[in-house]
């Protein structure tokens, strides 16, 4: 079947099989939010981006091979909810943005910056930090050497816009310049965009959008 990203919390994981990765989507409660379980195809490393709640379901996702590591996108609590039980079934060692990392209650064994590399068995995604949303948020990039691009934005870029930046207009000036720079300067319109909440996009469907984005001011 042809992957979506469209999933509803109760429903069964959508799962986009690249050659060297597969990515695996799912909703939970009660906001909506989505989390990721990237798999390496090589070796069977697993990685979770956002443990954010009902353990019980991610942890099902996650099976018997269990996970290396749970990424954290940014210190909102929704998307920390199931860290604590994910990691205390796991043994998973956790990351996230160095400047988040105060704010999630379960403690970060490496602090990521702005161009690190972290790897889930032999396939290498690229942290990217965005300010604005949270002042730690994280993306992570995977430049698939097979197709285009894939990137995990958190609450940064949804379709539509980017993240809630609370009506502050430096925030959303920081918000909108980092991901205008950082990810779609560099990154091509076929570029896979997976958000924290709802639906994916791309690059391509949001590019025409950012000078509006820019002009309504969130």
Known sequence: ????????????????????????????????????????????????????????????????????????????????????????????????????????PVPTDVALDDGDTVAVGRVPLTARHLVGHTPGSIALVYDDPHGHPHVFTGDCLFPGGVGNTHQDPEAFASLLGDVAAKIFGPLPDETWVYPGHGADTTLGDERPHLDEWRERGW
């Open 1 to 104: 079947m042809t992957y979506s990203g469209a999933v509803r919390v109760g429903g069964p994981a959508d799962v986009h099989e690249l050659q060297e990765l597969m990515i695996s989507k799912v909703a939970v409660g009660p906001m909506d939010n989505n989390a990721y379980l990237l798999r390496c195809r090589a070796t069977g490393e697993q990685l979770l981006i956002d443990a954010a709640n009902d353990a019980g379901t991610l942890l099902t996702l996650i099976g018997d091979d269990g996970i290396a590591s749970v990424v954290t996108t940014h210190r909102h609590g929704d998307h920390w909810a199931a860290l604590a039980d994910v990691v205390a079934a796991t043994g998973a060692r956790t990351l996230a943005g160095r400047l988040d990392a105060e704010g999630i």
